[in-house]
């Protein structure tokens, strides 16, 4: 068995008119990890999302996902989805929404009750499962979504813009999710532009714009800033000390020293020279480029908010067949 759930090569889609929406992609996703493919709006990530799952097909390239060609129907039984900007029908009630979802996946009508009580429970969604779609907010919208996109037991999840317009507090509970599902042997394969979403939870990371991949794999292979420890105080070191700084290679810029080391240990005698010079530390911190950073590196703009806490309550796992 291989060990990519995802293996593409030069997989391109044209549009009429000869708009170039994929330029070739290649792509592989290892197995059980939580994948992240992050661009700008326009850069390409849905149309591989929909290739991947027949919505439309592709003008050229080949690839195999769970090791069987792409748009195998018996695979496409293994693959959840949240596409982006999911509109379900509003007179639904939630839980209605991911029956309809499990008969539309050949789900066994034995299991469908239960799996929908633990699929409900998963989201926290429980208490709100009997009111109608139009009811919700976009948050709860979502993890309906999400809901649905897990009824089927899948072994690969495509999750399209899944936090767009959800809430803070909804997005902690989204990254406690993913792991979960991730802890559970599940592919989670992410398109966002949002990048905070990303940084905290991503095993491997793609980096697209306009219809090409520009960077991929671990957030410490792809960043080309060292990672260290600054060491950040007020006044103005001594000529001698200055010197004794930089032969020892360490980077003395204004105010602060940078270390080469991520050792707390190896920033002891630094601090310790700084306060024998009568100088106040003021910052003690460990830096490494950012994925914000290292996204506008590589694409030349975007932006993302920061994560903020929320829930991170654990429910219970989806029955397996």
Known sequence: MSDYVLDLSGIRKTYRGGVEALKGI??????????????????????????????????????????????????????????????????LTGRQVIEFAAGLQNVPSALTRERTDALLAKVWMTESQHRQIKTYSKGMKQRIGIAQALVSDPKIIFLDEPTDGVDPAGRREFRSLVRELREEGRTIFINTHILSELEPIVDRVAIMANGEILGEGKLDELRTEKTGYVVGFEGQLSAKSLSKLQDGDLEVDGGSVRLPSTNALDAQPVIDLIRQEGLVITDVSLKSQSLEDLFIGLVGGGSSPPPVPGNSVQPPRIPQA
């Open 26 to 91: 290649d792509l592989q996703v290892p197995r059980g990890c939580i994948y992240g493919l992050l661009g700008p709006n326009g850069a390409g990530k849905s149309t591989i999302v929909k290739i991947l799952t027949t919505l439309i097909r592709r003008s050229g390239g080949d690839g195999t996902m769970l090791g069987k060609p792409i748009g195998d129907r018996e695979t496409l039984q293994k693959v959840g989805l949240l596409p982006e900007h999911t509109q379900f029908p509003p007179y």
